[in-house]
């Protein structure tokens, strides 16, 4: 239950272990359109243009900023925790000069300050963590999207840990970039960074007057492959990860197929499950309110009384394998529960139980059963 590598569907694991086919054989080509064309539905952008790339979250992240960035381009990055800090330092590496807007841990950036920081200059990128991984926190993104277009700024959002399990509507909304990796809510083991770029963010990478400074990252090198695959056609530039597209392929088919709204809003429910019989344990959350906590993970402070080594060790003895803290300043005051993918009732119940388990063998101070019977409620409504 920890939030990436998530646990995948047997039959996402089933394409990933067969043979492994030239990347230039028919079945093969036609899975990699297929991805390509599916991509879409999900990010919820008919006119985006899909790149499937071997690498990870990261990478994403960076072919964003590799393409888009100009040396001395004003960049806004807002920052909810851990990967705002990490975006800041990416857009660094290519010259940018870089603004961050930073929050307490567990709150989000008031508008205002945004709209504001937007006036004072002409910025050419803002950057938003959608679901920062390290608090829990959810980051409205679509009416930040609407203040960057007001300034003419491109905005890319890192779904790393939303895409497939938050509501993402990038064309409506105009997201410039939405960005993710496969081991989180795509539900496909860890090994593709996954980016959809709008019209806009296309024409604006086209115009550049510098060359891209990453190889392996630059658009000109990945759009022929893409554009190839797409048209069913035999393309080469780097050997693409054939094992994790024909998986891919599985999973975006089995997203699809559970529907974008009913998949939102089983996300939706078994967070409000989980969160509420934390509360319900008498134990504090990290984001401040409902309002922003994220719905693929939560991020708790442990028990009074109880450190992290034994709260951690107790809940894997019940067979339970939740994540430890991630933001340095805090890191060994919280856990991290994930709950995002193929996530079900009986996981989010078993690992309430597993707590549960852990408090009473720590002798902790509360109702029995309260936590499972709180989200039973909940998720039986
Ligand atoms: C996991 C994550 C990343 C980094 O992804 P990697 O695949 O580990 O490189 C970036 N941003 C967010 C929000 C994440 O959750």
Redesign the pocket.
Known sequence: MI??PIEFEPAVLQALGAPTSSHVAPDFINSFGNCIELMRKIWQSPTGQPFIIA???????DMAAANLIESNDNVLVLSTG??GE?YAEITKRYGANVTILTTEPGTTIPLEKIETELAKKSYKIITI??????TGVLFDPKPIAEIAKKYNTLSIL?????VAGEEIKQEEWGIDIVLT?S??AIGVP?GL?LLMVSKKAMESFKNRKSPVGNYYADFTNWLPIMNAYENRQASYFGTPPVNLIAALEVSLQQIVAEGMETRFIRHIKIATAFREAMLALGLLLLPTNKNHSANTLTATYYPKGIDATTFLQKIGNNNVIVAGGLLPSLKTQYFRVGHMGSVNNNDILATIGAIESCLIACKYNYEKGIGIKTALNILNT
Do not use: E, N, W
């Not at 890192?158 to 939303?162: A, L």
């Open positions: 939030p990436g690498g990870s979250g990261t990478l994403a992240m851990y990967f990490r963590t959608h679901v920062d991984t390290s890192d779904g790393v840990c939303s990796a081991q989180k860890p960074a």
